[in-house]
């Protein structure tokens, strides 16, 4: 009798553990995003990803541990791994340059239109067969940003935000769904989850590396420890997300990932007085609205249509 009575109830204990695992690492990525925002236009966003995906590193080190260490990294699918890399170094750019141009919860939002590019995308690149309801849900979406951003405005008293600045995060959304794409492509081919990490981080790394030589700018100790602090956050906040997975349901998880949006507008308020508009609330529910029903048909239902 205990026993069945058991069984319950350490699996609400592993599922509450599993989501403030979840809520703690979008609180994490959120708080890396501030700091990137509060130093980004001091330091090239080369140098800036080239330190911290060296910090990052980290705090992976005992998830390369348990996965068997140096053999977390065997792979014979370095093509796959190589372009994941290159669509999230590009991924990587475009955010650091719209968490300089733009509001806080605004680049944090456009990052939640990702679940709507994968199921365009996968239409072609994956062969996919996506139904009204998903295909609809995609198209709500979309104007869910077009309410945010109110691009007609530029013909009248000019756009709230600059629109070349959204165009280059939406573009770079764009490019994190191919990663994701690409993940699928490298997961079925049979490689971990912690491969496909560790390759992207030092991939990261060292095309950052390289490329920011022309344009490095010596830090400040501070600004050194701020972008320390950046790697060691994201870092510690992959760890968390993973774990969570790892532990809990995707189902159960997912939404609560969609808590970054109200860490993000408290630190934007809180930091840069950053207040969003009525329609920015608006815009912000119809995206969040639009990826939970795309997720729900997809992740819950197992079903296209």
Not at 85 to 98: D, E, K, L, P, V
Not at 147 to 161: E, H, I
Not at 244 to 252: K, L, P, Q, S
């Amino acid at each position: 009798m205990d026993a069945v009575l058991a069984t319950p109830l350490v699996q609400r204990r592993v599922r509450r553990r599993a989501i403030f695992l979840v809520l703690a690492a979008s609180a994490l990525f959120t708080f890396s995003s501030a700091i990137i925002k509060s130093i980004g236009p001091a330091i090239p966003a080369l140098e800036l990803i080239a330190i911290r995906s060296l910090f990052a590193l980290i705090p992976l080190l005992p998830l390369f541990a348990r996965h068997g260490g140096w053999s977390a990294l065997r792979t014979r699918h370095w093509g796959l791994h190589a372009q994941r890399t290159i669509y999230g170094f590009i991924g990587m750019i475009t955010a650091i340059h719209g968490y300089v141009a733009l509001p806080l919860v605004l680049v944090t939002a456009l990052g939640f239109v990702m679940p709507l590019f994968l199921v365009a995308l996968s239409v072609p690149l994956l062969g996919e067969k996506v139904g009204w309801r998903r295909g609809t849900a995609v198209v709500v979406g979309f104007l869910g940003v077009l309410v945010m951003v109110r691009p007609w405005l530029v013909f009248g008293a000019g756009a709230p935000v600059p629109l070349l600045s959204v165009a280059i995060v939406v573009g770079g959304v764009a490019t994190w769904a191919l990663a994701m794409i690409v993940i699928r492509k490298i997961g079925h081919a049979g490689d971990e989850s912690v491969t496909i990490t560790a390759w992207f981080t030092i991939g990261g790394a060292v095309m950052a590396g390289v490329l920011c030589v022309p344009v490095w700018v010596t830090p400040t100790w501070a600004q050194f420890l701020s972008l320390a602090a950046i790697g060691l956050v994201a870092g510690l906040a992959q760890v968390l997300m993973t774990e969570g997975y790892r532990t809990g349901e995707t189902t159960v998880l997912a939404p609560f990932e969609y808590g970054a949006i109200v860490y993000a507008t408290a630190l934007g308020m809180g930091f840069w007085g950053e207040m969003p508009g009525v329609w920015d609330i608006i815009g912000i529910v119809i995206i969040v609205a639009s990826g939970l029903y795309v997720w729900h048909r997809e992740a819950t239902l197992g079903i296209c249509r």
